[in-house]
């Protein structure tokens, strides 16, 4: 007798108790390194087996510390900071940080700088909702999109090169208008853009609206109420596509929103589907204003008066803004010198984030992909 | 609004505006059932952010933020209180599900701890971090050599 038939022997052969096709829970562990969690996201998920039962979401991997770096800069060496949180979003963030400081130091914009303002943040409004479509739809199994989101993504990032010099990370703006006047020929760029790009969305459209693939993964997969979405403090379009029609561009206007004419989209069932459609009509609708704010663009200064040296009074201040992925609020606490005592920044995405656990519950683990895709969360911001 | 509530609770709430935002200053006692009131009679049903600051000269080191909107008024409010460091405040998981991670957050920055918090642990530092990196006596430059020379193998992480 060998060794193996002598280990067979003590092994304990009679029938198991449990029957064979038992269903046991299993913990299994999803990122941060992984291609469907946008950055580096940890997901632990408890699974019965392919249905989830839970999950903890693990952040803090992109953490610098952002909050900390601003009370060690004055407000303006702080500026090019906040563009590395949403870094999709760059413009929308630089935009609700300035508007913020200015706030504070009771200055507002001169109105020629809120058009150029107004211009590229939809622009990257636009630029953001293409980033997450073609990789919301990779993620689901669509290959197609994401080049053909890339490519048009492309005209927008040449406007943003030509008029700042930088594509991502734009440090568009200044603490109290802009920096650069309007290159030669930005008007003739934006007007381009604005015949080249709804043709475009109507390509998308063709590819996915009517899938039947894509309907079947997206409909009604990681539903969420207004009830819940407002409970768990969820914005932006994750918001609106359950139902609730509220947008900070018109429910408090900043800049010059207030000038434009345009829709809020909403939504009825709040699930991936609806968030796909109403991102695809908010990309309409920036182009709507686009139109409006490059036709009726004023001449003027593009900087308010405001001193070389910033130094707000005493007091704090919170303002925020309606980014592509939801509210960013700034909370800033002056203490008269020339550096903040405190920035907070109210990131969408973090907040978004909370809900993914009540939106994947009873779901199959594909679902969770795209659930992750459909939240549109940039880890930048999530972890700052 | 503000009258009511100046007339139920006196001198514990006080109510201010800098720059027309609206404010209350209220006393630690009065959370979480202030917050409770707010969102139940005056429909602030959306907490948009926790955040805390702080003055470690001061007896009271902790201004703690609660900035609330409500959508039936489009209305923005912020709750303001004061505490020492050590002492802890009520969750306000109970009334806004989002204070979870919002509360987690301040924790893991601040150290001010909640009551009542299902689950209160760091969530952007890493467990076993040493240190509450947004407190002002924490140095920009600090940090827990011993976490990053045991976890990262490097000596420092400057």
Redesign the interface.
């Given at each position: 007798m060998n060794d193996r038939t002598d280990a067979l022997s003590n092994l304990d052969l009679e029938t198991p108790e449990k029957p064979y096709l038992d269903s046991n829970e299993l913990i299994i562990n999803m990122g941060p390194q992984h291609p469907a969690t946008h950055g580096v996201l940890r997901v632990i998920l408890k699974l019965d087996g392919e249905k989830v039962l839970g999950t903890e979401c693990v952040?803090?991997y992109l953490?610098r510390?952002v909050?900390?770096?601003a009370?060690?800069r004055t407000y303006t060496m702080f500026n090019p900071y906040v563009d590395r949180m949403d870094y999709v979003a760059a413009v929308s963030n630089g935009l609700g940080y300035c508007q913020a400081v200015e706030?504070?130091l009771?200055v507002e914009a001169p109105p020629r700088a809120n058009y150029i303002r107004v211009i590229l943040t939809e622009l990257n409004r636009i630029a953001s909702h293409q980033l997450w479509l073609g990789t919301h739809a990779l993620d689901i199994g669509a290959m197609t999109p994401l080049f053909y989101t890339f490519r048009d993504r492309e005209e927008i990032l040449k406007i943003f090169e030509k008029y700042c010099g930088a594509r991502l990370t734009t440090h568009a703006f200044r603490i109290g208008g802009c920096q650069y006047e309007t290159y030669a020929g930005f008007e003739k760029d934006v007007k381009n853009f604005l015949a080249f790009f709804p043709p475009k969305i109507d390509e998308y459209e063709e590819l996915l609206t009517g899938n039947r693939i894509w309907i079947e993964r997206t409909k009604n997969v990681g539903v969420i109420s207004a009830k819940?979405a407002?409970?768990?403090?969820?914005t932006g379009p994750v918001l609106r596509a359950s139902g609730?029609k509220?947008d900070i561009r018109k429910?408090?206007p900043y800049a010059n929103y207030a000038d434009f004419d345009f829709e809020i989209p909403i939504g009825q069932n709040g699930d991936t589907y609806d968030r796909y459609i109403v991102r695809m009509i908010e990309m309409r609708q920036s182009l709507r204003i686009i139109e409006q704010a490059i036709n009726g663009i004023p001449e003027g200064p593009i900087m308010a008066k405001v001193p070389k040296v910033i130094k707000p009074p005493v007091?704090?201040?919170?303002h925020?803004i309606e980014a592509p992925k939801g509210?960013l609020?700034y909370?800033i606490?002056s203490d008269g010198s020339t550096q903040p005592?405190?920035v907070?920044v109210?990131p969408p995405s973090?907040?978004n984030l909370?809900a993914l656990d009540i939106m994947v519950r009873g779901m199959l683990v594909a679902d969770v992909v795209a659930v992750i895709g459909t939240l549109d969360i940039v880890l930048g911001e999530v972890?700052? | 609004m503000v009258d009511k509530y100046k007339r139920q609770y006196g001198s514990g709430l006080e109510a201010l505006s800098y720059l027309g935002q609206n404010y209350f200053n209220v006393d630690r006692s009065l959370i979480p059932d202030f917050l409770k009131l707010l969102r139940d009679d005056e429909h602030f049903d959306y907490c948009v952010d926790i955040t805390a600051v702080h003055y470690p000269k001061r007896e009271k080191q902790f201004d703690v933020f609660w900035i609330l909107y409500s959508f039936p008024r489009n209305e923005r409010i912020r709750v303001k209180t004061q505490i020492a460091d050590g002492k802890s405040l009520p969750s306000a998981v109970p009334i806004w599900a989002t204070a979870n991670w919002l509360e987690r957050e301040v924790y893991d920055m601040f150290g001010i701890t909640f009551d009542g918090h299902p689950d209160l642990k760091r969530i952007l530092l890493p467990d076993g971090w040493k240190g509450f990196p947004l407190r002002k006596d924490y140095d920009i430059l600090k940090q827990d050599q011993e976490w990053v020379q045991i976890n990262l193998g490097i000596e420092s992480g400057q």
């Amino acid at each position: 007798m060998n060794d193996r038939t002598d280990a067979l022997s003590n092994l304990d052969l009679e029938t198991p108790e449990k029957p064979y096709l038992d269903s046991n829970e299993l913990i299994i562990n999803m990122g941060p390194q992984h291609p469907a969690t946008h950055g580096v996201l940890r997901v632990i998920l408890k699974l019965d087996g392919e249905k989830v039962l839970g999950t903890e979401c693990v952040i803090g991997y992109l953490h610098r510390g952002v909050e900390k770096i601003a009370e060690n800069r004055t407000y303006t060496m702080f500026n090019p900071y906040v563009d590395r949180m949403d870094y999709v979003a760059a413009v929308s963030n630089g935009l609700g940080y300035c508007q913020a400081v200015e706030k504070l130091l009771n200055v507002e914009a001169p109105p020629r700088a809120n058009y150029i303002r107004v211009i590229l943040t939809e622009l990257n409004r636009i630029a953001s909702h293409q980033l997450w479509l073609g990789t919301h739809a990779l993620d689901i199994g669509a290959m197609t999109p994401l080049f053909y989101t890339f490519r048009d993504r492309e005209e927008i990032l040449k406007i943003f090169e030509k008029y700042c010099g930088a594509r991502l990370t734009t440090h568009a703006f200044r603490i109290g208008g802009c920096q650069y006047e309007t290159y030669a020929g930005f008007e003739k760029d934006v007007k381009n853009f604005l015949a080249f790009f709804p043709p475009k969305i109507d390509e998308y459209e063709e590819l996915l609206t009517g899938n039947r693939i894509w309907i079947e993964r997206t409909k009604n997969v990681g539903v969420i109420s207004a009830k819940d979405a407002i409970a768990f403090g969820v914005t932006g379009p994750v918001l609106r596509a359950s139902g609730v029609k509220w947008d900070i561009r018109k429910a408090q206007p900043y800049a010059n929103y207030a000038d434009f004419d345009f829709e809020i989209p909403i939504g009825q069932n709040g699930d991936t589907y609806d968030r796909y459609i109403v991102r695809m009509i908010e990309m309409r609708q920036s182009l709507r204003i686009i139109e409006q704010a490059i036709n009726g663009i004023p001449e003027g200064p593009i900087m308010a008066k405001v001193p070389k040296v910033i130094k707000p009074p005493v007091g704090e201040i919170y303002h925020s803004i309606e980014a592509p992925k939801g509210e960013l609020g700034y909370f800033i606490v002056s203490d008269g010198s020339t550096q903040p005592y405190r920035v907070r920044v109210r990131p969408p995405s973090f907040v978004n984030l909370q809900a993914l656990d009540i939106m994947v519950r009873g779901m199959l683990v594909a679902d969770v992909v795209a659930v992750i895709g459909t939240l549109d969360i940039v880890l930048g911001e999530v972890d700052r | 609004m503000v009258d009511k509530y100046k007339r139920q609770y006196g001198s514990g709430l006080e109510a201010l505006s800098y720059l027309g935002q609206n404010y209350f200053n209220v006393d630690r006692s009065l959370i979480p059932d202030f917050l409770k009131l707010l969102r139940d009679d005056e429909h602030f049903d959306y907490c948009v952010d926790i955040t805390a600051v702080h003055y470690p000269k001061r007896e009271k080191q902790f201004d703690v933020f609660w900035i609330l909107y409500s959508f039936p008024r489009n209305e923005r409010i912020r709750v303001k209180t004061q505490i020492a460091d050590g002492k802890s405040l009520p969750s306000a998981v109970p009334i806004w599900a989002t204070a979870n991670w919002l509360e987690r957050e301040v924790y893991d920055m601040f150290g001010i701890t909640f009551d009542g918090h299902p689950d209160l642990k760091r969530i952007l530092l890493p467990d076993g971090w040493k240190g509450f990196p947004l407190r002002k006596d924490y140095d920009i430059l600090k940090q827990d050599q011993e976490w990053v020379q045991i976890n990262l193998g490097i000596e420092s992480g400057q």
